[in-house]
Nanobody, 113 residues
Framework: VQVVESGGGLVQPGGSLRLSCAAS????????TSWYRQAPGKEREWVAS????????NYADSVKGRFTISRYNAKNSVYLQMNSLKPEDTAVYYC???????WGQGTQVTVSS
C-alpha cells in the first residue's frame, strides 16, 4: 500500500496551490478520503473529506469557500485545490484513506510573503 502526497510549496498570501494524493495497493474507489493538516506546535486537524464516488464533500469551517476537494478514481487520486491562501494555512498536509487508516507522508505548504 502506498499513499503519496505532492504539490506543496511556498506561496504568497492570496495565492493558490493544488495538492495531489496518489494511492495504490488497494481498491481506492471503495473508500472515502480526507485531507488533514498539522501546523507547527499544533495537533493534526481535519480539513476536508470526499465520499468514495465523489458525490459528497465536507469542509472545515476554516477552509470552506476557499478549498475544494475532488477525486479521480480512474487515476486512484484525490486532490485539494487551495485558493485565497492565508498564513494560517501553513502546515504539513496529509492524505488519509478513511476506513483503512492509511496516511501519506505529508507535503509542506507555506504561505508567506
Amino acid at each position: 500500500v502506498q499513499v503519496v502526497e505532492s504539490g506543496g510549496g511556498l506561496v504568497q498570501p492570496g495565492g493558490s496551490l493544488r495538492l495531489s494524493c496518489a494511492a495504490s495497493g488497494f481498491t481506492f474507489s471503495s473508500y472515502a478520503t480526507s485531507w488533514y493538516r498539522q501546523a507547527p506546535g499544533k495537533e493534526r486537524e481535519w480539513v476536508a473529506s470526499i465520499s468514495s464516488a465523489g458525490r459528497s464533500t465536507n469542509y472545515a469551517d476554516s477552509v470552506k469557500g476557499r478549498f475544494t476537494i475532488s477525486r479521480y478514481n480512474a487515476k486512484n487520486s484525490v486532490y485539494l485545490q487551495m485558493n485565497s491562501l492565508k498564513p494560517e494555512d501553513t502546515a504539513v498536509y496529509y492524505c488519509k484513506i478513511n476506513g483503512l487508516g492509511y496516511w501519506g507522508q505529508g507535503t509542506q505548504v507555506t504561505v508567506s510573503s
